[in-house]
């Protein structure tokens, strides 16, 4: 026995001093000391020290960065109840603003302007205000948006120290987005530039945690419905994920049971929607959030569309299926602030149940020769007027602000819907649950492309749909007041439209035949094609 224990030994000795020999020969020392470090972190009980010492030092010297706010909360920050004044919400932004002049003639990367002091930057803030003054405008919600990107236009969040008004931006609008999202004070993300980068950012991450806790899984793959955003495919092609796409039930959402069944061994991430885009309609949360409890998977809600408006529609009253983090079994949710959240184009937000989860997403290289670099998404620059506004407008909309124009359009919605069903050909896909749906026909006499087609020789920019075709409406601030003349509109294309096909040239032709292409590969060389030619 105790000769194969020594046989044992100094085979372990040989192999060591083989691999030092190795390491010196092609790396020298450095490469050998990094090797006994990592040899010596992976011991047992090692790691777990190691990483709470990283902890503690970082805390440390973030504290020391950030004395006044430090890190972490106790306390989630709610989008205010009522929204703050104007006057206020300039206060605090001019306050921020000032607090860091001088910045710019003393930083060496970052900003990069020919308006260093900021004249030119001043005559713009003094211009809108002085129109408001001569137009009798009174200081509204645009013109404070207007200012707050004006003001903050310059400023780069590529390192959150260089300007600290940035991270007090992206912090808040994250913690207000979470807490409308009924998450807790462990929850944390990263605010975006759209939903797609949202989307690409929490498969980024989960597949990366599956690296870690699954090496074993070669080939991951995401279960989502077929009317999961094309964003997860983008996410997939970029990194090197399948996404399992399941089909619908005959009401158009997410199917449980055929999402259960694509659920296997290489499985990583089960996604769905809330509510899905072509459609409105609300895949089944809470069911599908019981399949990741009872498989132990990560479960991504994209409410890029629906986040900024399904939670004001359950305050005032209506019945909406849990779809948040009060469903055990999410993990992460997607939300658009520049949808229905009324930002500026550019932000949206992901957030992840706990920071253990959104550590995945960040990176980090330390080897280059220009300092240690690291990000949290997959912009490096990143502009503050679009974090500035962001905050200014949750800030001084306020929840009340935001149940009022949610009342608004559902209302509208209903009208609309109530409408056009009553037109010949047409019906309402599936229940929507918010304010948007879609129209297909339901009469074989009645093509709807060609009613699009119609509809848009009268002005309107319809957007375009298949599997099923149909038409899709997201019902905005600017349609109300205009129902009756969509109404109208509508049942004039139908009429119009009733007994024909598609003549060459239109876009209904096109769509008709694309859908007769059995070879997805063609048709998306086709698309391809389109964008190559738009842009060039």
Not at 285 to 298: F, R, T
Not at 305 to 323: A, H, R, S, T
Not at 333 to 359: C, Q
Not at 489 to 505: F, I, N, R, Y
Request: aromatic share 8%.
């Amino acid at each position: 026995m105790l000769n194969v224990l020594e046989f044992i030994g100094t085979l372990g000795l040989l192999i060591f001093l083989h691999k030092l020999i190795h390491e010196l020969r092609n790396g020298g020392t450095k490469a050998v000391a990094a090797w006994l470090t990592s040899c010596f972190s992976n011991l047992p009980g090692v790691k777990v020290l190691l990483s709470s010492y990283i902890t503690n030092e970082v805390v440390g010297f973030v504290g020391q960065l950030y004395k006044e706010d430090g890190i972490g909360r106790s306390v989630m920050l709610s989008i205010p109840e009522k929204g703050m004044p104007y006057e206020e919400v300039m206060k605090e932004l001019k306050d921020l603003k000032e607090s860091e002049a001088g910045v710019s003639s003393k930083i060496f990367a970052y900003k990069y302007m020919l308006d260093p002091d900021g004249r030119m930057q001043k005559l713009q803030e003094d211009a809108i205000m002085m129109f408001a003054e001569q137009h009798d405008i009174s200081r509204n919600h645009q013109q404070l948006v207007e200012i707050s990107q004006s003001m903050f236009m310059n400023e780069n969040a590529l390192n959150p120290v260089a300007f600290p008004s940035l991270r007090k931006f992206e912090l808040e609008c994250l913690s207000m987005t979470a807490s409308m999202l009924n998450a807790d004070n462990k929850a944390c993300g990263s605010l975006t530039s759209g939903g797609t980068e949202s989307v690409l950012m929490a498969v980024k991450t989960y597949r990366d945690m599956a690296r870690k806790y699954k090496p074993h899984i070669t080939k991951p793959e995401v279960v989502a419905p077929i009317s999961i955003h094309p964003a997860f495919e983008k996410a997939a092609g970029y990194f090197n994920l399948t996404i399992v796409h399941t089909d619908l039930t005959g009401s158009y959402v997410a199917d449980v049971d055929k999402m259960e069944k694509a659920i296997n061994s290489n499985t990583i991430l089960i996604a769905a929607s809330a509510p899905s885009y072509p459609h409105g309609l609300l895949d089944p949360i809470e069911s599908i959030a019981e399949l990741a409890v009872k498989y132990n998977l990560p479960f991504h809600v994209d409410a890029c569309y629906g986040g900024f408006m399904l939670p004001w529609l359950e305050k005032l009253g209506m019945n909406i299926p849990c779809f948040d983090f009060r469903c055990k079994g999410v993990t992460s949710i997607s939300a658009d602030l520049h949808k229905f959240g009324y930002t500026p184009k550019g932000a949206s937000a992901v957030i992840y149940k706990n920071e253990d989860i959104r550590k995945h997403q960040l990176f980090s290289y330390t080897a280059w020769p220009g300092g240690l670099f690291g990000s949290t998404s997959m912009a490096g620059t990143r502009s503050g007027s679009t974090m500035a506004a962001a905050w200014v407008t949750l800030k001084h909309l306020g929840q009340d602000g935001y149940m009022k124009t949610a009342k608004k359009l559902q209302e509208t919605t209903q009208l609309l819907m109530e409408g056009v069903t009553n037109i010949q050909g047409l019906e309402v896909v599936g229940k929507p649950i918010m304010n948007c749906f879609a129209l297909q026909s339901n009469s074989n006499k009645l093509k709807i492309l060609v009613v699009a087609d119609e509809m848009e020789k009268k002005g309107w920019r319809m957007e375009r749909q298949q599997l099923p075709d149909s038409l899709h409406f997201s019902i905005l601030p600017q349609h109300i007041g205009q129902e009756s003349k969509l109404i109208s509109d509508l049942e004039v294309a139908c009429k119009e439209s009733w007994g024909k096909t598609a003549k060459p040239g239109d876009v209904a032709a096109m769509y008709g035949m694309i859908g007769k292409i059995p070879d997805q590969a063609i048709i998306d060389e086709f698309v391809t094609e389109y964008f190559s030619k738009v842009y060039i």
